[in-house]
């Protein structure tokens, strides 16, 4: 069995037999890989059909063969399919066949010179759904289209390959993309079929691959071609099989340690002054509903050195706000050399004692905590904020590292999912309520003005209206400032989709939903209240234009809310606007405001999604956060607690500020 691991050698490894995967197989054709002998067809050497025992026989009508090619980690490899192809796909090119020695990204054929010309100018489109990391993976994937010779189509009208990011995580989010590949299966039969001379694929990537490749390749025969996410790599080779062949064609192999470190994304919006960065990819937690350990594969994260390099590119750029991605971000731990030569092990323990893990942890390597340290140091004026992370790797030190330092974004998203005890234990979340409000209660203490955000699950299996009563208590004793709620929906090959029964009612399931969304807002609410009127204002990074009126300005404050603002001239710094000439001219010295700005904003009204507010002066970090530490005494509901060693080491006798000079 183990000889038979689909192995793409350019790529990465795949996970091993332990890891759930679907079994995937590898359609056979004449031109292709020829049948393997049955026991009724074998022949000995020398005999002839009409020498083999004689006697009736019973013949049963032979299997249609499956009309696409799927390689994923149970199944033949890419590599052996061009190996024992019976035709180049490219006899000209040697990019057409992949070096079983080549292991290095840098030695991937058709992100060399020569497999640059797989694309040949064709346009392709890319559509996004879902989170966050579906939108950098995104940037990857268009990095490496652009490297393999494809270009980027205006929409997809104009596209000969439209590729649909997705997101399985919900059943409504995979409704959607159904939805929308019927819109575009329509047009391709439409004016779109008789283009030349590409035919237009529709691939299908991300978390909706493994899950249902042979659904969306053959019976429903929505798309030409299905990549899950640590297999980018391929598609442009995918796409040259595909065109040869006119077959679907998948990779849907997970590796145990691709993390695109070595790509450069190519940013949708590059007029942004926001970016992603993705740190470490996949989910060890396994929680009995979610599909994410199945579609994303196991924990593996990118080494410090390559994750510095794209921060500094990034500040070089202009870039005013960093966002470090992962399924499970602050469960970072780099095992490469530098990882484990340059970590001191800090914040290598759990949030608290009360947290529990399904797997075993392993001791070494660089953690989370030595890591956003080293990152928060390399540009003081850029914000960095993180999700989605778990409540249990939330330690001390993590939490005192953000209290510190003003580009650090007091903003925590902690995922609750319930407020039941027993819910949270049939979820395998690893923590009780009384936990997790423990945790709350460490994280207000020690960083003051936290906004605080989760996501909640209703009508899980087995849940009663006690367990109901549990979460809307602590969706009331937390307040969060924001929330994403969801009713449960079970997802296919998980273990509550196993082994748990969906047992409560939709209608029950909706009404609960709609408790808990009443809840939030009325918290939400109070905790904006309270921040209306904050004395020393709000930072706010200037985003663009309000989308309900052109004429104001809407930005991003440190707890991550939304502030509107009128497009008013304001003073050069906050210090300026101290002088008491200042109020006496309202004209003299001002500024306008531009994207990209940080602006103190004074808050004048609330609601439980978004402020109101006056812009007073333009700013920066270092500056705001001087003046902010002025009011902190006695009033936790504001910003860092100080800025004595914002641009010193977390912990200056471990050397964790050194790290940026050696990587």
């Keep these: 069995m183990r000889s038979q691991l689909a192995r793409l050698s350019t790529f990465s490894r795949p996970l091993p037999l332990g890891f759930r995967h679907a079994r995937a197989s590898l359609a056979t054709t004449a031109s292709t890989i020829p049948p393997k002998p049955t026991s009724e067809s074998r022949t000995e050497p020398g005999n002839s059909p009409s020498n083999t025992k004689s006697g009736p026989t019973t013949s049963s009508p032979a299997k ?37 020695t080549a292991t290095r990204p840098a030695d991937v054929p058709y992100l060399s010179v020569r497999g640059r010309q797989l694309g040949a100018g064709a346009k392709y489109f890319v559509e996004v759904y879902g989170c966050q ?4 993976d995104t940037e990857i994937l268009m990095a490496i289209m652009n490297e393999a010779g494809y270009v980027k189509a205006e929409d997809h009208d104009t596209a000969d390959i439209v590729f649909l990011v997705t997101c399985a995580i919900r059943e409504n989010a995979e409704s959607r993309i159904w939805n929308r590949l019927s819109d575009l299966k329509r047009k391709r039969l439409g004016p779109m079929k008789d283009r030349a001379p590409c035919w237009c694929f529709r691939p299908i990537t991300i978390c909706m691959a493994e899950r249902l490749k042979d659904k969306l390749l053959d019976s429903d025969k929505m798309v030409d071609l299905v990549c899950g996410p640590d297999a980018y790599r391929s598609i442009p080779h995918l796409l040259s099989i595909s065109e040869s062949t006119r077959q ?14 070595d790509i450069v994304p190519v940013r949708i919006a590059p007029e942004s002054f926001s970016a992603h960065l993705s740190i470490m990819r996949g989910c060890n937690n396994m929680c009995s509903f979610c599909v994410v350990p199945f579609t994303r594969g196991n924990e593996r994260s990118r080494a410090v050195e390559s994750i510095l390099r794209e921060v500094r590119q990034l500040s070089d750029q202009g870039i005013k706000e960093v966002t470090l991605l992962g399924q499970n971000v602050n469960s970072y731990r780099d095992l490469s050399e530098d990882g484990i030569q340059l970590s001191a092990g800090v914040g290598a323990e759990l949030s ?51 209290a510190s330092r003003p580009n650090i974004c007091s903003q925590i998203h902690m995922p609750a999912q319930s407020g039941s005890t027993t819910v949270l234990s049939r979820m395998r979340r690893g923590y009780s309520k009384e936990t997790y409000l423990e945790l709350v209660d460490t994280i207000r203490s020690i960083v003051p003005g936290v906004a605080l955000s989760s996501d909640f699950i209703t009508g899980f299996c087995g849940e009663n209206e006690a367990d109901h009563e549990d979460t809307m208590d602590l969706m009331r004793r937390v307040e969060y400032e924001m929330a994403y709620m969801f009713m ?50 709000e930072c706010v990074l200037v985003e663009g234009r309000s989308r309900r009126d ?11 809310y939304k502030i509107v603002f009128d497009d008013d ?69 504001i910003g860092h607690q100080s800025v004595a060693s914002a641009h010193s080491p977390l912990v200056s006798h471990l050397g964790l500020g050194s790290l940026n000079a050696h990587v």
């Excluded at 199944?75 to 019976?86: A, E, I, R």
């Excluded at 990391?133 to 950098?136: I, Q, S």
């Excluded at 052109?550 to 991550?560: E, M, Q």
């Design 248 to 261: 679907g064609v998948a990779n849907v192999m997970l590796s145990a340690d691709e993390t695109y470190a």
């Design 64 to 100: 249609k063969p499956k009309k696409h090619l799927v390689f994923g980690n149970r199944g033949p490899s890419l590599q052996d399919f061009l190996n024992n192809s019976s035709s180049s796909l490219n006899k000209d090119d040697s990019a057409a066949s992949l070096d079983p």
């Design 352 to 402: 608290n004692s009360g947290f529990k893990t399904i797997y075993k942890r392993k001791d070494g390597g660089m953690r989370f905590t030595e890591l956003l340290d080293s990152v928060s140091l390399i540009d003081p004026e850029m914000r960095i904020r993180f999700t989605s992370p778990h409540p249990k790797d939330f330690p001390t030190a993590l939490l005192h590292l953000m």
């Design 488 to 537: 449960y929906s079970r997802r296919e090959g998980t273990h509550a989709g196993r082994r748990l029964e969906d047992d409560v009612p939709e209608a029950v399931k909706l009404r609960r939903l709609q408790d808990i969304i009443q809840i939030f807002h009325k918290g939400a609410e109070n905790r904006f209240k309270a921040r209306v009127n904050n004395p020393a204002g």
């Design 569 to 637: 001239s304001v003073l050069p710094t906050i210090e300026a606007s101290l002088n008491p000439s200042a109020s006496s001219n309202p004209t003299a010295g001002r500024v306008s405001i531009k994207l990209g700005d940080y602006v103190q904003v004074m808050t004048t009204s609330a609601t439980s999604t978004s402020f109101q507010g006056k812009a007073i002066a333009r700013t920066t970090l270092t500056e705001f956060a001087k003046y902010q530490s002025k009011f902190l005494v006695g009033n936790p509901a």
């Design 550 to 560: 052109s004429s104001r300005w809407i930005g991003r404050a440190d707890g991550g």
């Design 133 to 136: 990391m579906n939108v950098n």
